[in-house]
């Protein structure tokens, strides 16, 4: 699977931002996930969705963030709200678990400021 993300952006405190991972591949029959790398820190999982729907969210954004996965398009979706000067970082989109083989991309920036 191949998957690439975009959608980032500038956003206020408090303000929402919907990311968009576009996918290649086998990703209908693929746990997917996003993921966060803030600078300075290493590559967190934010979100994961199951092929059946299930979801999981890291602590820091459960009831904030939204995950979820449109098969027919091929595309996964992170639904981003209160978003916090915290949550700024390069997002990408892969594979849960990611493989050695599976590139990363370039990822998307989203930056929460005022």
């Known amino acids: 699977v191949q998957l690439q993300a975009s959608g980032g952006g500038l956003v206020q405190p408090g303000g929402s931002l919907r990311l968009s991972c576009a996918a290649s591949g086998n990703f209908r029959i693929s746990a997917v996930g996003w993921y966060r790398q803030a600078p300075g820190k290493q590559r967190e999982l934010v979100a994961a969705?199951?092929?059946?729907?299930?979801?999981i969210y890291a602590d820091s954004v459960k009831g904030r963030f939204t995950i979820s996965r449109d098969n027919a398009k091929n595309t996964l979706y992170l639904q981003m709200n209160s978003l916090k000067p915290e949550d700024t970082a390069v997002y990408y989109c892969?594979?849960?678990?990611?493989?050695?083989?599976?590139?990363w991309g370039q990822g998307t920036l989203v930056t929460v400021s005022s």
């Open positions: 892969n594979v849960d678990p990611p493989r050695p083989w599976n590139s």
């Open positions: 969705i199951t092929v059946g729907g299930s979801t």
